[in-house]
Every structure is written in C-alpha cells, then in structure tokens.
C-alpha cells in the first residue's frame, strides 16, 4: 500500500478533531521498519541507525519515566508546603512544610510531633501571642483566604493559558488513545498549566483526586518527549502506543502502584495496547515510581503517603461487612456519577457555564468555610487517607486510636491506653469524637476518602461490637478477649477501593494497586469482594463509569470496546446513502475531469471517495481520501504543465488510449488505497462493530452481489449505537 | 446469520483437527444471549434462568479455581512424600514424609531438625544397624530402585492410557486457544493420568518444571467442568475463554503468584484475551490460590515453598552482576532450546522414537545414579530453589550458611558462626564443598534452578569479594565492615529468572511472579534487569521461546500474535489458485444439481466453497461449509420427499420460475454465510495477516474490482509464512 507519497507535504496527515487511520498508520511504520532493515545491510551507519531506532521506544521510556517521577514529586511536594502554608508558616525557613519544620526542631516530644515553637500559624504570627481568644477566628479567616487566592489563581491560569488543562483528563485520554486527534491537548502549556494549577487546586482543599491529573500530565510529557524521535512523531499509531505506557506511568505514580498502574492502562484507558507495550509501560511505570521514591516527598522512604502494613489476619465471616462495604461504594458510585453528570448538565446548559471563576470561588470558599472545623476536613486527602488505613500501634497519638482501657479507670488518656497495652480497644471520647466528625466529613471529599470513611466508621463500629459481645457465639472463636481481632484501617482500605471502583469501575486493576499499597496476598480477598459487589450494584444502575458517561457528555467518538453490541442490525441498516437520499458519490477510475472533482469536493463535506469502474457498473477499485485529493489536485494544478480543468483525472494503472490533442491526465493511483475494507449488506453490525473496533477503522465500505452500495463510517455506527440505546444521535462531535 | 438450523444437527459442529471459526462462534454465542434476554422479559422462570446464566461463568471459574488448588495440593502432597520414600520410611506411618515424620517426633533438637529415631532409610530397616560401611550402598541401590519404578510407572501409564497427557502440554493449549481442536487433549483420562504421572515423574527425580504440567491440568479440570455448563459446553469460542482463565489458574497455583498468572495467561498463552476474562481469571487464580493455601502442602502457610523475605536493600553497581546473570540466562536458554529440539527432532526422526521406555528408564537411571551423591541433586528441584533463595539467618543449618567468623579461631562451626553473628560472613568450608557441588548441580536440573545456583555462586563470590575487600573504593561507601552488604539469596532469585526468562521469553508476568514471591517492590528492578538482558541476548540468538519451537516442531496450525509480518507480498501472492492451476471451485447460487454439488465435495477436499451468481460472472453471493453442505444433502436426501440427483439446489432468496414438474429444490440458503471475509488482490499480507489474528478468521475471498478471484485460507499464511523464513511449508498439520 504505496500511501506515503512523500514528495507531496501533508499526504498521509490528518486534521485537527480527526479520527486516525490505524491500519495506514501501522502499515507506514511496518514500511519505515522495512526500510531501515533494509538499509542496515548496506552500511556499518545504517546498522547503527537501525539498532539506535531499535532502542528509541526504551528510551523514550526511561525519559518519560524521569520527567513523569520528577514531576509528580514536585507536585506532591509542593501542594504539602502550600496546604501547610494555609495554615502558617516555619520561622526557621519559609520553604519548610509543618512536619518538616518540626522534624528540624529538638523541642519536640514524640508524642506531639506537630507542634514545635519554629512554627506559627497566622493569628500567632499576626496578633503576636500564642493563646488568645480570637486566634482561632483569625486562622480561620488566613485559611479561608489562602484557599481562595490558590483556587483563584488556578482557575485564572486554565481560562488564559491552556483551556484544555481543566477536569481530570482521563475520558480526553481514552478519546485521543482511541485514534481522535485533539491538537494542544496533550502540549507544553497543558503541560505546564496542569502542574501548576494542580498543586493550587489540591492545596486550595478542593475535593479532587490526582489520579486523573496525574495521567493528563504524563501523556504530555509523553507526547513532547515524542517529539524528539522521528519514529513516534510521524507516527499516530507509534505515538498512541508510547501514550498508553503513559497513562501506567500516571497511575503509577499517584499511586506508587508500577503494576497497578499498567493494568489500569490494559484496563481503563488504552485502545490499541499490543504486548510490547505491555513490557515497555511497565517498565517506563517502574522508573517513574523509584524517581519518585528517590525524591521521597513523604519522607518516609515508600511511594506513597498512605503505605501500610496489616498484623492481624481476617475472619471468614468479616466477608459480610466486606461486602456490605461492596453495596455502600456502588452505591455511592452510581449516585456520585449521575450527580457529577447532572452537574456538568447543568452548567453546560444554563447560564451558569458563563461564570467558571464565579462557581470555583464559590465553591472554594464554600468548602473552605465547611473544612476549617473539621480537623479531618482541614488536612490534605492523602493525609487524610493514610490516618484512616492506618492500624493503631501502641504510640499512635491519633485521636481515631483514642481507646480506652477495659477498666475504664483511665478513660480517654492517650497515655494510659499505651500503658495498657492495646488488649481491650474500647472506644474512648477520643475516638468518638473523631467519630462524629468523620461522619461529617463524608460530605464533602473525593470518592476514595469517602470509602475509607465510610470504611473505618464500620470497622469501628464492628471492633466495638466484637469486643462488647466477645462472649457471643458468633465472635467466640475468633475474638479472644485481650486480642485485636478486626483491623479498621483493613475497612478504611476496602471501603476506599468499593468507593474507587463505583466510580471508575476498575476491577483487577483496583485490586492490584491495593495490593501494592499493602503488599500483602492476604488482604485481596476482602478487597475483591468488595470491589465486585461494588461493580456489580454500580452496573445494575448504569453501565457507564464516570469516565464513559463524561465521554458520553462532551460527544467524543469513542467506540467502546468493553460492551458488546447486541442489537440484530444489519449493515444495510446502517450504511449511508440510507433509502430515499441521493446516491452515493463516487468517482470513477477513469472519464472524470478534474472539474468534476473538485465540484464534487466542493459539493459534499464527505471526508473521503470510493472509486469505482463507471457509474453504470459500481464495482468497487479503491478509496480516495478528501485530504489527499485536494492536496494532490492543488498540486497538480500548481506544479504540472498544461493540467487544466478539462484534463481528465485517472486512477487507472495503465493508461487508456487518447488523442494527442488532449489536456495531459492527472494520475492519482498513488493516493488511492487499493484495499478498503470492505463487508457486505448482510452483515450483522456486531461483527461491524467488532472489526472497526479491532482494526481501527475510519470507514468501511458495503457491497452487494459485487456491486458498491454504500459506506459506513465510524460516526454513522457511533450514532447508530446512540439510537439503539435511544439517546439522541447527534450529540456526537465528529468530523 | 442464521447459521444455526438447530433442526438439523451436526451443523455448526467442528470436525477433530480443525480450525473454528471465532466469528461464527461469537455471533452463536451473541444470539444465544439476546434470546435469553428477550424471554427473560416473559416470565419469572425466565428471568431466573437468565440470571442464573449471566452467574454461570463466575460459579465456573470457582469451580476451577477449587478443583484446581485441590489438585495442585494433592499433588505437592504426595510429591513431596514420595521423594521421601526413595530415601527411606517412617515408622510412625508410612504416610508421614520426612519432615512431617521428625516435627512428630519430640527427640529431634533444633540443630538437626531432619535427623530423628522414627525416620529409617532403607539401608537401616533393611540391614538392622544404624552405622555402618554397606548402608550407603545400599541406600544408593534403594534410591535408584523407587526413582526407576516411579519413571517406568509413569511411562507406562502415559503409553497405555492417555498419549496427550506426556510432554509439557503449553505449546498445546496455545494452539488450542488459538481455535485448533484436538479432542481428548484436555480430557478426563489426559487429567487423571496427567496428576499421577505428574507426581511420579517428580518424585523420580526427573529434571522437569510442574508449572507446564500444573497449566494442563488446570486446563483439563476447566474444560471437564464446562461440560455441566450449556453455555460453554456448546460455543467453543466461549469455551476458549474458560480455558485461558485455566491457565491463569495453573501459573497461580505453581508459582503462588495469582497476578502473575494472570499476566502470563495474557502475554504467554492466550489468543483471545477480552477484559472480562482479565477479571475472571484473577477470580479464580485467587480462588486456587486460596484453596491451595488452606491445604497447606508446605506446611508453612505459605502458598510456595520458595517464599523469601530479604533484608538488605540492594546497591546500584549490583546491577552490573545482575546483567551478567541477564547474559548467562540468555545464552542458557538459547542452548536449551536448541538443545531440547534437536533431542525431539533426533526422536521423531530417528529408530529413538520408537523406545520411549527404554529411553526413559535410561535417562532416569543416568539421573538417580549422578544425583544421589551429590546432595542438592539429591533433593527436589523445589527445595533445592528454596534452599538457594533463602536468606541466611542465625539459625540456619544449612551448608549454605556454613560461613566463619572473622577471626577464623571457630572456623566451619555453625554455632560458632551463630554465636559471633553474622557480622563478617567470611566461608567456611562447608560453603566451599556447598559452592563446589552446587556448581556440578548445574549440569542436570530444570531451568529455573540453574538460574538459582548460578545466582548463588555468583552471589557467594561478590560477597566474599565485598568483605575481603572492603577497604577498597568501589566497596567502600556500600559494605562497612561487620554489615551485611551483598545478599546471595537475591542473586539466586535473580538468576532463576533470567534463565526462565531465556527459556520461555516471559517478561512482565515473569517479573511479577517473582515479586508476588519476594513481595517487595525493591527487588523488582534486578529481576526486571535480568529479564530485560535475558530477552534480549536469547532474542539475538534464536527468536522462539521454547513454546513456539515446539508448536513449529510439531507443525501447529498457529499464528503467532506477537511477531509481525514484515514481508511487502500481496494478497494476489497468497491465494489459490495460484497461476496454472485449475479454476477456484466455486458453487453458483442457483443452476447446480443435487448430483453436481456431490461430484464437486466427492473431488474435492477443501473445506468450503464460495458461492457466487454465476461462473461467467463470479461475483461473490455468500460462502458455504463443506460439513454444513455435506449434512444438509445427505438430511434433504433422507427427509425431503422428491429429492433426486437431479433436484436443482438454490442458494437464493426467492425462488426462481420452474416448471412444475421438476423435481423439488433444495433450498440451503440457511446454511450460506452471507457475509464472508473480503479482501482486495491488492491487499498487503501484513494486513491479511493482521486481520486473521484480530478477527479469528478461518478463511478470506479475494476479490478485485467486484469478481471473485481466489480465497486465502490460515493453512496458505502459515505456509506463505513459512516460505517467506526459508522453512518448508510442508511442514504444517492443518485441515
């Protein structure tokens, strides 16, 4: 398939909000391999050349991995100085975070790790006393005012710079994976834009998560590192494949999960994903997660902030409130989609759209107002989750490990329960206080903190209930007093991942990260239980992830390849020219002029021709891209003598006898594709559907008896789908 | 597509030896559903039934995922004891195994776990005394005498029983999941014999894998349980799902690892691999994994025997010796493919193949009789890798562990060693004679733990390298003195994977086995350093991993997926006839006879015919299947009344005028596909090619400009592919 004519600029291109090609595109990289191949026998230059090209995916790899681990360090960094900065700020360095500044200090007692003399919160700072009536009112108000300057400045920086760095990027990314072309979406000032308003937003204590973020800012780095290898810059398919181990190496990082993270890709996000990818995201995953351990922003030598390590193994019977865990996240998910879509809705359809600054302002001091009281609404969602999975140990200072010892003569002391040992975990004030408030915080926080609240609350809830009744049948054989028997950070982590999945519906991926959160084989178990009932209660509501449905919402083309087509169409029904319009245009291998082309161009909006033996017998020769004929006729026209607007176009291999007196003919094989996939009129639109899926198809042509009838293209199936599941079919942005 | 005239039987059925057809099977599979669904809105039974259904394939994969962890266990069980039992019995019962026989016994010290009254070897029970000069010999005689039983047992039973149960069974499954059927190859009595001869051939001490064998087995407990199940019992496409899950399943329980079997069903084994098999599969991979951990075979509650925890982080110059080993693993799985086919090739083609026994006894005589001095040969390849992985502690026993003291004044002593530390591990003898037969181990034992005594010789000498020279600069700011710096336990580990990587090019589910078996993220970069290193040096010296070289020995029907076609011929180059030869056989929708269309299936082999309008104008109507047409003719024969040989057979949609008193038509519409495969003479083979894999594809009609011109079968790629690597077509079995 001779495409590449590479002496014509722009044949083989595509334009902005386009659909790739991917069988062409895999075909031009197959030629270029060829070619290099070839080459490489010839010379002791080319064999190195060849080897160099060889190596340049492993490459581009290692650097995607650097830039992506770097990134996300400074990220993570940054936003814990900057949360830190809302409340106040370290005398012995400005640059020092809370725990930093402490960490530095020798005034401190293990027990009272965070407070330390060299920091002072802004009513201490301001008013110059370090207890007083009205600090509290002052902190409060310097929170309230930080928040608004970082959510301020992040919304500004969107609307001026970069347009495309708002939302969690995630369904963009599955669109531009899939072969849609989104120029700028993925570039430098995305780049840049997205990392700084990222650690604004998360710093500014708005409830988000940085998965999808994460993601967003490695496919950039991706796609500008692509930029210095000539073999993925000209290559859309090459490209998408480098952009999938991106999408591992996103997830990789924010979650500190390398395996995680390339199942999630294979999983969620990629659309072409062959094995040498595969090999190739892990490995770009594994380096961008040990750069980031190297950076070590937690300062705890792991990946992550909320790394744990479980000691107590888990009762068969457990399983219940597992699952029950399971229902609340698909729950939870179900209504958190149809919410957040609702919204979008909402704000796409009415004025409210029109005021973006306005809504983050409100929205930012809203949730400031509501978080300041609350100390588990006032820390960072990482924070937040770690303390949550956490398993209380004997030093922990904690209020959610305020128990109590079993006398009760030494209630609420912190103190007195590591004394006692932690034998009998009744609850004490302490406890209940953080109880109350975490009830409270679950209102206003991202989906994976809402599971591990909901999580910890249960597993509270069931600790309790095992160690007053420890005398029951049911808890006999398993809780003896005087041992732990139920681990809530165990339900904060399983109610995380219910949560995680009724949004994301991730299965195997979402238990693989938290596995590599734990590292323990024990505890899959009780998160895949969780994780399926999750996805199972969240599919009986709607099929559609948060993801899918926001795909669904802005109209991009995406063929899903997760659910099947069920209906029992046929291509005929698909197919255009439907019964009644005009015929199909077509152009003819040979006896058209180059005026009738570019009427016909002129004429229709059609991306692409097919080209047949004559109109009276539509037998089918090949298929004649739009972009290439314009370019190829303006070029004919401007660079070959005498071609005129009578001159005939000819598609022709040989070429038919004429006079001499006729205007010379413009030969246009070279950009006719001599192979259209094509079906025929039975053909049912599931197995369509799976071949544009599977190969990547733009359009495929529909034969009857050996006679052309019509065309189907990927926008006619997309709004096909939409009519069968009786949504509106022209919600679909296609070119 | 009506495809399913379920009046008639036998239709849609494959023969033995042949190739399905995924898209038929798919679209069988999709009608199946949608009826079940359609009903499902009836009546309350119905909507039961199709719940009952969608569940089925969950309740199947927990099924697999018991039976098989159950076998697995059985089987390390009764391996385990009968090892055992060639070196001797317990007293106590003869069902205890040595380590079980001593844990039962109070007299044994700490020191010497494995030395205990109750246990007698042969020589002992025998002779009487528990000293003297002959009880070695005649131990050694005992030893060779239960290793050569067990081998004869098991070749026998492989002869008589079940032919398809020998040999590793991967390359197989692989081609049976790439759609080629071989009845009996995962049935009942292939699994029955298969576990007995499984656990026969390893207590002989025969040098082989289980992680073959235990995906075999897996695979025939997965394809058994289909049979209760309508769903997967009759769509073979379905089926295939069911049986890639499996062998997910037999990694899992081999290794312990869930996750990496997951991974290795997806990137080593399986064709078909949709995301809701992802899912499944880590389902039961869990549940096997679980069963086989409740069973406890190792009796540490562990799920392997090899599970390893290291302690010290490793250093960045480490990789060097880790590359290294990278290298070595290459070369020797390189060697031993090569190696191990020309042994086969020497088998097949020579008088050799026609002794399997005496060939067996030979080998395993040879094998007892080397391995019985020597003591790592002497125990089980899976104690032998533990031993090898294991981190030497205090308390340590082992030769391995054999280290002095730095002062040398208690040199050799164990306790000596134990009551110093550890701190200066400078070898004793008892690791030189350890180092020195380990290293004649080498010669005859499975790859993986060659891997390992490489691993641990090499590892043994940087450490003894590291601390006599520790005063160097290169050691300098990485082994202080007294400290342990090198750990020889992750040397081994990381040899057994570069050598399983050379042999069976595993990569991201090679790397993840053994991180679910070291459970920390840490040491995944060494391991994947290796495998990267392994690949790449056995890629450069043969492409196939020892899999694929069977599948070509054997002349498999299999169309590789991962390496690309990277020749520029053209559909017109592939397809039949070729120029010269006879005229395609074609059918004609309507014109033949009964008697004609007879002749032509009596002429002819192929496995079906196009059919077109007529043979002056072939263009192309539908396909049709040689079974189907056969079964049809015969059931018109025998069931339409009328039908003579002279009877005109339509394949049209209405009925042409016929005068009435001609006979009856046989009208076989139903039985047409209508929407067969097409694609241009001009189509490159790198997409035919893409297309088949992608799609499942049986068969493809050529076509140009409308006409019919020839079909590409798989049977044509591979030869042509063949062909093209300088191999003889002929060498592949297909129908």
């Known amino acids: 398939m001779d495409l590449l004519d590479d002496t014509v600029p722009g044949i083989g291109t595509y334009e902005d909000f386009n659909t790739i090609d991917w069988v062409r595109e895999k075909s031009k990289d197959r030629d270029r391999h060829r070619e290099i191949t070839n080459k490489s026998k010839q010379s002791t230059v080319a064999l190195l050349f060849s080897i160099s090209d060889a190596f340049s995916g492993w490459l581009l790899m290692l650097l995607i991995g650097l830039m992506s681990g770097a990134l996300a360090g400074g990220i993570d960094i940054a936003a814990h100085w900057m949360t830190d900065l809302k409340e106040g700020v370290c005398l012995n360095g400005l640059w020092f975070n809370h725990e930093h500044c402490c960490w530095a200090s020798n005034e401190t007692t293990f027990q009272e790790r965070d407070k330390c003399p060299q920091w002072k919160s802004w009513a201490e700072l301001m008013v110059g006393v370090s207890e ?63 990392t700084i308003t990222l650690v604004l937003a998360v710093s500014s204590g708005l409830s988000l998560g940085k998965e999808g973020p994460l993601v967003h800012v490695a496919c950039c780095c991706a796609n500008i590192l692509c930029h210095f290898f000539t073999k993925y810059r000209r290559n859309e398919a090459k490209r998408r494949e480098v952009l999938s181990a991106a999408s591992a190496v996103g997830v990789s990082v924010a979650f500190g999960a390398p395996i995680g993270g390339v199942l999630f890709s294979l999983e969620e996000v990629s659309y072409y994903f062959p094995l040498k990818t595969l090999w190739r995201s892990f490995f770009a995953a594994l ?66 759209g029109h ?13 400031a107002f509501l978080a300041f009281p609350i100390e588990y609404t006032r820390m960072s969602s990482s924070e937040l989750i770690s303390e949550l999975f956490n398993d209380c140990g004997l030093l922990d200072s904690s209020k959610l490990c ?19 040992g ?49 005398e029951r049948d049911i808890f006999r054989g398993w809780c003896s007093p005087g041992a732990d028997c139920i681990t809530p950070g165990l339900y904060a982590m399983v109610g995380a991942a219910a949560c995680l999945g009724g949004v994301t519906r991730m299965t195997v991926s979402l238990v693989v990260i938290m596995f590599e959160l734990t590292g323990g084989l024990e505890y899959i178990v009780p998160l895949m ?29 995406f063929l ?34 180059v005026e009738e082309v570019e009427r016909l161009i002129a004429d229709t909006t059609y991306s692409g021709f097919p080209v047949v033996i004559s109109q009276q017998s539509p037998r089918l020769v090949g298929f004649v891209l739009r972009r290439d004929l314009v370019i190829s006729l303006e070029n004919a026209r401007r660079n070959q003598e005498g071609v005129v607007s009578m001159s005939p176009i000819l598609f022709t291999e040989c070429d038919p006898p004429m006079s001499p007196s006729a205007p010379p003919a413009v030969k246009l094989r070279s950009i006719l594709d001599l192979s259209p996939f094509t079906v025929t ?55």
Chains 1, 2 share one sequence.
């Open 132 to 194: 007083g009536p009205g600090l509290y009112v002052v902190n409060y108000f310097m929170y309230m005012c930080w928040a608004l300057l970082f959510a301020f400045l992040a919304v500004i920086l969107v609307r001026a710079f970069a347009p495309y760095a708002c939302g969690s990027g995630i369904p963009e990314i599955k669109t531009v994976l899939s072969g849609f072309i989104i120029r700028g979406y993925l570039g430098k000032w995305t780049l840049i834009i997205k």
């Open 422 to 470: 932690l034998g009998a975990r009744l609850a004490g004030p302490d406890l209940y206080t953080a109880m109350w408030q975490l009830a409270l915080a679950l209102l206003f926080i991202p989906s994976m903190a809402v599971g591990a609240i909901a999580g910890r609350l249960l597993g509270v809830c069931m600790e309790q209930l095992a160690i007053r009744h420890h």
């Open 402 to 420: 305020g128990y109590t010892s079993n006398s009760g003569s030494a209630s609420g002391s912190v103190n007195a329960t590591a004394a006692n």
């Open 287 to 352: 380096v961008a997660a040990f750069t980031l351990r190297s950076i070590n922003p937690f300062g705890n030598s792991r990946l992550v902030l909320f790394y744990v390590e479980f000691h107590t193994p888990w009762h068969l019977l457990e399983l219940i409130p597992f699952v029950l865990l399971g229902i609340f996240g698909g729950l939870w998910g179900a209504f958190f989609i149809r919410a957040n879509i609702a919204w979008c809705r909402l704000r796409k359809n009415t004025c409210l």
């Open 529 to 557: 239980a969780a994780a399926m009932t999750s996805k199972w209660v969240a599919d009986a509501l709607g099929r559609e992830s948060i993801y899918e449905a926001h795909i669904r919402l802005n109209g991009y083309p």
């Open 681 to 735: 009129v039975h053909t049912p639109m599931e197995i369509v559907v799976d071949i544009f899926r599977k190969l990547g198809l733009r359009q495929c042509l529909v034969i009857q008896n050996g006679r052309l009838l019509g065309i189907i293209t990927k926008k006619d199936i997309l709004k096909h789908m939409a009519q069968m599941a009786n949504r509106d079919p022209d919600s679909i942005l296609f070119n």
């Open 560 to 593: 899903e390849a997760k659910e099947e087509f069920r209906h029992k169409t046929l291509a005929t029904d698909v197919m255009r020219p439907r019964r009644g319009d005009p015929l199909l245009s077509v152009l003819t291998e040979s006896g058209m002029t």
């Open 355 to 367: 005021y973006p600054v306005l809504e983050v302002v409100v929205v930012t001091l809203l949730t």
